[in-house]
């Protein structure tokens, strides 16, 4: 009956095993924007920190956006398992790329 209301399909025969990974990826979620707002608010309190802003942007790329493409994307669109996993790379890709650009200064004044 769980099941039927939340439309899960999971692999296995125990459909709490699939609202779990659900929990999981939401809770996943919530956590990364919830800091990224936390180093954003840091951002905007003082001048001459431009890193924590990378830093906000980064982890967004790096934990956010890619676990909404993982659900997303096959949810609302027709995008194949390669498409997904492409796209869910470069989003991971530039995250750490923002992450690097932070760590190591890159447009410090």
């Known amino acids: 009956m769980l099941h039927v209301l939340l439309q899960l399909r999971s692999s296995s025969s125990d459909p709490l095993l699939g609202l779990g990974v659900v929990v999981l990826a939401l809770l996943s979620i919530a956590l990364s ?4 707002l936390v180093l954003v608010r840091g951002y905007r309190r003082g001048p001459g920190r431009p890193g924590m802003l990378y830093l906000a942007v980064g982890l967004t790329l790096l934990t956010t956006v890619p676990e ?6 096959p949810t ?3 995008v194949g398992a390669v498409g997904r996993s492409l796209l869910v790379s470069g989003c991971e890709l530039s995250g750490l790329g923002a992450v690097l650009w932070a760590v190591y200064g890159g447009g410090s004044q």
Do not use: D
């Open 33 to 36: 924007v919830t800091i990224a």
């Open 68 to 73: 909404l493409l993982r659900i997303g994307l």
């Open 76 to 78: 609302i669109t027709a």
